[in-house]
T-cell receptor
């Protein structure tokens, strides 16, 4: 079955620390991968997405993610976090073909950044 | 564009009552999705539509749940009768269809959600 898993439930960092949130997927065939963010009290917003091409994807607000097919991973990174990055982060995947659009979300990782 | 619009934003009801959640997708989008978010189960896809036609409803938890999309600009998710375990945030999302153009899946744009509490 298709699945997406996130390693950490809650990550706590100080401002300027580097961030890496883990995401692993289990899909057969072509996979499309996404990172969404949900700021407190707000709806989900797309940070970045990968479906082909360069495995290093750059998104908004200084975030990037690397698709490593051999490791079935799509980890999210940011070199220096800010207090405003405090939010919940979701990795999600979808398969092409008849499963188009059907996103499967990971459990989410809550990021708390202390000033 | 105003984005995906959902109403109501908050709903408190008693067990056994009918609940109707509403969604207006972004104009011109081809796909509409209904998700449910709970602490225990995270974000789950309930059902999605393509050009107003339900494509996959395998995530709908039980027969008490039903969804319709009578036209391209409106969808409803109905729970009848509601139960306390239905308490959750329900999100609607919409997206364009770029599959035929081989550009890959387009971003799903989420609405603000409806926080449902069933007492």
């Amino acid at each position: 079955a298709q699945s997406v898993s996130q390693h950490n439930h809650h990550v706590i960092l100080s401002e300027a620390a580097s961030l890496e949130l883990g995401c692993n997927y289990s899909y057969g065939g072509t996979v499309n991968l996404f990172w969404y963010v949900q700021y407190p009290g707000q709806h989900l917003q797309l940070l970045l997405k990968y479906f082909s091409g360069d495995p290093l994807v750059k998104g908004i607000k200084g975030f990037e993610a690397e698709f490593i097919k051999s490791k079935f991973s799509f980890n999210l990174r940011k070199p220096s976090v800010q207090w405003s990055d405090t939010a919940e982060y979701f990795c999600a995947g979808s398969a092409g073909g008849t499963s188009y659009g059907k996103l499967t979300f990971g459990q989410g990782t809550i990021l708390t950044v202390h000033p | 564009d105003a984005g995906v619009i959902q109403s109501p934003r908050h709903e408190v009801t008693e067990m056994g009552q009918e609940v109707t959640l509403r969604c207006k997708p972004i104009s011109g989008h081809d796909y509409l999705f209904w998700y449910r978010q709970t602490m225990m189960r995270g974000l789950e896809l309930l059902i999605y539509f393509n050009n107003n036609v339900p494509i996959d409803d395998s995530g709908m938890p039980e027969d008490r749940f039903s969804a319709k999309m009578p036209n391209a600009s409106f969808s409803t998710l109905k729970i009848q009768p509601s139960e306390p375990r239905d308490s959750a945030v329900y999100f609607c999302a919409s997206s364009l269809d770029y599959v035929r153009q081989a550009r890959g899946p387009d971003t799903q744009y989420f609405g603000p959600g409806t926080r449902l509490t069933v007492l």
